[in-house]
């Protein structure tokens, strides 16, 4: 591995206050110190490179920071097309207000889908690659010699035969003026020599020393603070409150209902006097009919759903599966559970919103700057044009920060202050498990056949859960159920000649979003034991069963050999010690995973090793890929053992950490990392490492104990972590 | 009240039962400690208070009076600090949020056991990352220790095709 010592944040340049129009009211941004004149002299090359006389080049970042690396990695592709220097490279977030002013000039802000690289790989290597033309054009123009004859490398534009080079700051301003190449043609990923090394992450020095600015840290002169309390049960409001004893607290400043009075809130001149003086308001809430609904109905709910009769057949159906299974020799049947769950990033929700005559700025961690502006604006009844969303890093996201319901509560609590006040919305702990977007609940019903060779000839495929698409983004569903909610099903990578999957919504007032790593979180952990107990069905390796019913999905075969063979597959694993595999196909990339465990009589599972394998097509920045699928391996075991968002009176019965339970380092097991690019596609790298986990992990506990895990969370089995 | 944050001599007039965590944050605008929790289980607002790792949360400010507090702030002027160091040659972070608390407990750890063990690893650092950073906070306190992890792990970076 790489090592990182004596790294400075010389990398690490946030210029959109400068560049931007002076927007920073005063605000200081996280790291690095900007220098006015050098960003002031810099010259747009094209939107997303600038070059200051001192050869430092700004790459722009379009996306957000939660944690995931790509502030890092994406530039990554811009400057190795531009053949920069990369200690000479500076990244700057692209100024929001600029990017809608310009008609969403910089493409998706949204960092969602692991989708950073993958979404805008080409059209970030295409701006290195013309910005590097446009400085040759330059040079070829300013030295009078033949821009074909002219090299570029390591932040160098040279002319061998004349011995003329320059950095690229004095050929800026020219290269600037030369007209824009049409067609670039892209590296051979042979002369890669940025993309594939394992930059250091430019914002890590920040997180060492508390120079990280998140959403929550933000600061303006004169700013008041708020807490919140939101009608417990979803969808229903205050009926009435009194707050006479609230108002007399020291610092409170007012007590009011936003939002259709679906929302308490004490402002206050600290946050913590405001959180004790709202605890002392007395509501009286309207649970809008919603108040009896518990983990019962709602599961009755959704079993009624496996058996409805107008669900939704999936595209790629195809055969006959009630022929198949009437001639097959055995047929399985089993249901599966995935439970409701939220996302609880370390930084709880927040934002600080100050109105003015014609502006409104925003500060807000978030993963869509752009959406929020919208939802700022919409809920303001202002232009998009009028909001400011001022970027810092997110204290985590894992999908929870694509809606800004949170900047949008912000933005009404200011505008029932003075116009002017800067206020900084907080939630508690327990507002952010309670009021989240869970990962909808679903339930799958699965039935298979084999024929007397032990072959899979049937597939029937039920699910009922929450629709995203439907719910969250309000889009109609088509005719081929939900997308995300059927990942995994909707493509079979296993030769089945009949199959019928289908899906049906279930919803209900919880509302539900997008859960790192989506809709594949959660049907591996169904699809991927199925076949394990297809496998058992048949008396065979559960990786042969595999790899023998995926003779046409080369990639599938691929990474499902790597991750056996990296953890030893065929030599028997010591006494007492269990093995279990799976395989996903999730956001344009193949993992696979195997786990060895042993479980002793009190239900102790003991994890002795995790192999995790990845093929993404490419790799941007290996170090960051690693880093990526450990965290999701927390994240999946956190799944598996103790994740479970419960309902009882129309509420959500956790509400921290104390009865929200996740993984610690005491907990974490050995995991090792396989890099397996083969080329040719991009990838996602930071959800996908999840989906093959919980599977392999519950296929080992299976062959450990000789019991089936169809509902999660395991807690509920009597099995702990050792 | 007078409190001893980070070698100064801070006067602050709120209630007693003010935890320190806010002082330090919206008071004194030491924003390096962070809120994750409010319960004392998630570490994020781990201090030093008279060099042992406290979580701010739940101290009222009141019993933080005549004793040495130290932040993440306080803990080098120029992220020198080997823990720090440890940090960013380990790229643990990856949101960043919780590892104000993670250092400031690592550091308090190796402050009292220059060579912990794995289980006085896991004894000590109970804070919760999201991100799921573990591995590479362990991997960064034994590389500070000059032990090595009984929980070994390997890295495979199959070249790029």
């Given at each position: 591995?790489?090592?990182?010592?004596?790294?400075?944040?010389?990398?690490f340049?946030f210029?959109?206050a400068a560049?931007?129009?002076?927007?920073?009211?005063?605000?200081?941004?996280?790291?690095?110190?900007?220098d006015a004149?050098?960003?002031?002299?810099?010259?747009?090359?094209?939107?997303?490179?600038?070059?200051?006389?001192?050869?430092?080049?700004?790459?722009?970042?379009?996306?957000?920071?939660?944690?995931?690396g790509?502030?890092?990695?994406?530039?990554?592709?811009?400057?190795?097309?531009?053949?920069?220097?990369?200690?000479q490279?500076?990244i700057?977030?692209v100024?929001v207000?600029?990017?809608l002013?310009?008609n969403?000039?910089?493409?998706?802000?949204q960092?969602?889908?692991?989708?950073?690289?993958?979404?805008?790989?080409?059209?970030?290597?295409?701006?290195?690659?013309?910005?590097?033309?446009?400085?040759?054009?330059?040079?070829a123009?300013?030295?009078?010699?033949?821009?074909?004859?002219i090299?570029?490398?390591?932040?160098?534009?040279?002319?061998?035969?004349?011995?003329?080079?320059?950095?690229?700051?004095?050929?800026?301003?020219?290269?600037?003026?030369?007209?824009?190449?049409?067609?670039?043609?892209?590296?051979?990923?042979?002369?890669?020599?940025?993309?594939?090394?394992?930059?250091?992450?430019?914002?890590?020095?920040?997180?060492?020393?508390?120079?990280?600015?998140?959403?929550?840290?933000?600061?303006?002169?004169?700013?008041v603070?708020?807490?919140?309390?939101?009608?417990?049960?979803?969808?229903?409001?205050?009926?009435?409150?009194?707050?006479a004893?609230?108002?007399?607290?020291?610092?409170?400043?007012?007590?009011f209902?936003?939002?259709?009075?679906?929302?308490?809130?004490v402002?206050?001149?600290?946050?913590?006097?405001?959180k004790?003086?709202?605890?002392?308001?007395q509501?009286?809430?309207?649970?809008n009919?919603?108040g009896?609904?518990?983990?019962?109905?709602?599961?009755?709910?959704?079993?009624?759903?496996?058996?409805?009769?107008?669900?939704?057949?999936?595209?790629?159906?195809?055969?006959?599966?009630?022929?198949?299974?009437?001639?097959?020799t055995?047929?399985?049947?089993a249901?599966?559970?995935?439970?409701?769950?939220?996302?609880?990033?370390?930084?709880?929700?927040?934002?600080?919103?100050?109105?003015?005559?014609?502006?409104?700025?925003?500060?807000?961690?978030?993963?869509?700057a752009?959406?929020?502006?919208?939802?700022?604006?919409?809920?303001?009844?202002?232009?998009?044009?009028?909001?400011?969303?001022h970027?810092?890093?997110?204290?985590?996201?894992?999908?929870?920060?694509?809606?800004?319901d949170?900047a949008?509560?912000?933005?009404?609590?200011?505008?029932?202050?003075?116009?002017?006040?800067?206020?900084?919305?907080?939630?508690t702990?327990?507002?952010?498990?309670q009021?989240?977007?869970?990962?909808?609940?679903?339930?799958?019903?699965?039935?298979?056949g084999?024929?007397?060779?032990?072959?899979?000839?049937?597939?029937?495929?039920?699910i009922?859960?929450?629709?995203?698409?439907?719910?969250?983004i309000?889009?109609?569903?088509?005719?081929n159920?939900?997308?995300?909610?059927t990942?995994?099903?909707?493509?079979?990578?296993?030769?089945?000649?009949?199959?019928?999957?289908?899906?049906?919504?279930?919803?209900?007032?919880?509302?539900?979003?997008?859960?790192?790593?989506?809709g594949?979180?959660?049907?591996?952990?169904?699809?991927?034991?199925?076949?394990?107990?297809?496998?058992?069905?048949?008396?065979?390796?559960?990786?042969?069963?595999?790899?023998?019913?995926?003779a046409?999905?080369?990639?599938?075969?691929?990474?499902l050999?790597?991750?056996?063979?990296?953890?030893?597959?065929?030599?028997?694993?010591?006494?007492?010690?269990?093995?279990?595999?799976?395989?996903?196909?999730?956001?344009?990339?193949?993992?696979a995973?195997?786990?060895?465990?042993?479980?002793?009589?009190?239900?102790?599972?003991?994890?002795?090793?995790?192999?995790?394998?990845?093929?993404?097509?490419h790799?941007?920045?290996?170090?960051?890929?690693?880093?990526?699928?450990?965290?999701?391996?927390?994240?999946?075991?956190?799944?598996?053992?103790?994740g479970?968002?419960?309902?009882?009176q129309?509420?959500?019965?956790?509400?921290?950490?104390?009865?929200?339970?996740?993984?610690?380092?005491?907990?974490?097991?050995?995991?090792e990392?396989?890099?397996?690019?083969?080329?040719?596609f991009w990838?996602?790298?930071g959800?996908?490492?999840?989906?093959p986990?919980?599977?392999?992990?519950c296929?080992?506990?299976?062959?450990?104990?000789g019991?089936?895990?169809?509902?999660?969370p395991?807690?509920?089995?009597?099995?702990t972590?050792? | 009240?007078?409190l001893?944050?980070?070698?100064?001599?801070?006067?602050?007039?709120?209630?007693?039962?003010?935890?320190?965590?806010?002082?330090?944050?919206?008071?004194?605008e030491?924003?390096?400690?962070?809120?994750?929790?409010?319960?004392?289980q998630?570490?994020?607002?781990?201090?030093?208070?008279?060099?042992?790792?406290?979580?701010?949360?739940?101290m009222?400010?009141?019993?933080?009076?005549?004793?040495?507090?130290t932040t993440?702030?306080?803990?080098?002027?120029?992220?020198?600090?080997?823990?720090?160091?440890?940090?960013?040659?380990?790229?643990?972070?990856?949101?960043?949020?919780?590892?104000?608390?993670?250092?400031?407990?690592?550091a308090?750890?190796?402050?009292?056991?220059?060579?912990?063990?794995?289980a006085?690893?896991?004894?000590?650092?109970?804070?919760?990352?999201?991100?799921?950073?573990?591995k590479?906070?362990?991997?960064?306190?034994?590389?500070?220790a000059?032990?090595k992890?009984?929980?070994?792990?390997?890295?495979?970076?199959?070249?790029?095709?």
């Open positions: 591995m790489n090592t990182f010592n004596n790294l400075s944040r010389r990398n340049l210029a959109s560049v931007g129009g002076g927007l920073a009211l005063g605000f200081a941004l996280p790291v690095g110190k900007v004149a050098t960003v002031n002299s810099a010259k747009r090359i094209n939107i997303w490179v600038e070059v200051a006389p001192d050869n430092t080049v700004t790459i722009k970042y379009a996306r957000s920071e939660m944690g995931q790509s502030l890092t990695s994406a530039p990554q592709l811009v400057a190795d097309e531009l053949d920069a220097n990369w200690d490279v500076r700057a977030y100024d207000h600029e990017h002013l310009m969403k000039a910089w493409g998706s802000m960092t969602v889908g692991s989708q950073t690289i993958r979404n805008s790989q080409d059209y970030l290597r295409k701006a290195g690659a013309t910005a590097r033309a446009m400085l040759v054009a330059a040079a123009q300013s030295w009078k010699v033949p821009a074909s004859e090299t570029v490398q390591n932040g160098i534009v040279a002319h061998a035969a004349s011995k003329k080079q320059s950095g690229f700051g004095a050929l800026a301003a020219l290269a600037a003026t030369m007209p824009v190449p049409k067609d670039v043609t892209v590296k051979d990923p042979k002369n890669w020599h940025i993309i594939g090394q394992s930059m250091p992450r430019i914002d890590i020095p920040a997180s060492v020393n508390g120079a990280q600015v998140y959403g929550v840290d933000v600061s303006l002169p004169g700013m603070y708020a807490a919140i309390a939101q009608c417990p049960v979803f969808g229903g409001k205050a009926r009435s409150f009194d707050a004893s609230a108002r007399e607290r020291r610092g409170v400043i007012d007590v209902t936003i939002d259709g009075d679906t929302s308490v809130v402002v206050a001149d600290n946050w913590w006097r405001a004790q003086a709202l605890a002392e308001v509501i009286e809430w309207d649970d009919g919603n009896k609904v518990d983990d019962a109905s709602i599961r009755k709910f959704f079993r009624d759903g496996l058996a409805a009769k107008d669900a939704d057949p999936l595209r790629n159906n195809k055969g006959d599966v009630d022929g198949a299974l009437k001639g097959a055995k047929v399985l049947e249901e599966y559970f995935t439970p409701y769950l939220s996302h609880s990033p370390m930084e709880p929700m927040g934002a600080t919103v100050q109105i003015g005559a014609d502006q409104v700025q925003v500060w807000a961690s978030t993963q869509a752009d959406g929020l502006a919208g939802e700022v604006a919409g809920a303001l009844q202002r232009k998009p044009e009028e909001i400011y969303v970027r810092v890093q997110a204290g985590g996201g894992f999908g929870r920060r694509g809606g800004g949170y949008r509560q912000a933005a009404l609590i200011a505008a029932k202050l003075p116009q002017g006040t800067p206020v900084k919305l907080l939630w702990r327990e507002e952010d498990t009021h989240g977007m869970y990962r909808p609940l679903a339930m799958y019903k699965l039935q298979a084999l024929d007397a060779n032990n072959t899979i000839v049937g597939w029937r495929t039920r009922a859960s929450g629709s995203l698409m439907s719910q969250r309000g889009a109609p569903l088509g005719k159920g939900d997308a995300m909610a990942e995994g099903f909707s493509r079979l990578p296993y030769n089945v000649a009949n199959q019928d999957h289908s899906y049906i919504e279930r919803r209900t007032h919880i509302p539900i979003g997008f859960w790192r790593t989506v594949w979180s959660q049907t591996p952990f169904a699809r991927e034991q199925f076949i394990d107990e297809l496998a058992q069905a048949a008396g065979e390796d559960p990786l042969q069963f595999r790899l023998r019913h995926m046409q999905d080369e990639l599938s075969r691929h990474i050999e790597v991750a056996a063979n990296a953890a030893d597959w065929k030599t028997p694993p010591a006494k007492g010690v269990f093995r279990g595999i799976a395989t996903t196909e999730p956001y344009d990339s193949f993992t995973a195997v786990v060895e465990l042993s479980v002793n009589d009190a239900g102790v599972i003991r994890i002795h090793r995790i192999v995790q394998a990845i093929n993404s097509g790799v941007v920045n290996p170090n960051n890929v690693e880093a990526q699928l450990q965290g999701a391996t927390v994240w999946a075991l956190t799944a598996a053992m103790w479970e968002i419960g309902i009882e129309g509420r959500v019965k956790q509400s921290n950490f104390h009865d929200y339970r996740v993984l610690r380092l005491s907990e974490m097991p050995k995991v990392v396989v890099l397996a690019p083969t080329g040719g990838g996602g790298v959800e996908p490492g999840q989906a986990l919980l599977p392999a992990f296929n080992a506990l299976a062959a450990a104990t019991k089936r895990y169809r509902t999660l395991l807690r509920q089995y009597g099995l972590l050792a | 009240m007078k001893q944050i980070n070698d100064q001599v801070h006067e602050v007039d709120v209630e007693p039962e003010m935890p320190l965590l806010w002082v330090l944050r919206d008071i004194l030491l924003k390096g400690t962070k809120y994750g929790c409010g319960i004392a998630c570490g994020a607002c781990t201090v030093h208070v008279d060099g042992e790792p406290m979580r701010s949360c739940v009222p400010v009141s019993v933080a009076v005549g004793k040495r507090i993440i702030e306080g803990l080098s002027h120029d992220a020198s600090h080997p823990v720090q160091q440890a940090w960013i040659k380990h790229q643990v972070p990856q949101c960043g949020y919780c590892q104000s608390g993670q250092i400031m407990a690592a308090a750890l190796l402050n009292k056991k220059p060579q912990p063990t794995d006085d690893i896991n004894a000590a650092m109970s804070n919760i990352c999201r991100c799921g950073t573990y590479r906070i362990r991997d960064a306190i034994h590389d500070v000059g032990t992890p009984e929980v070994a792990t390997e890295f495979t970076n199959a070249a790029n095709v």
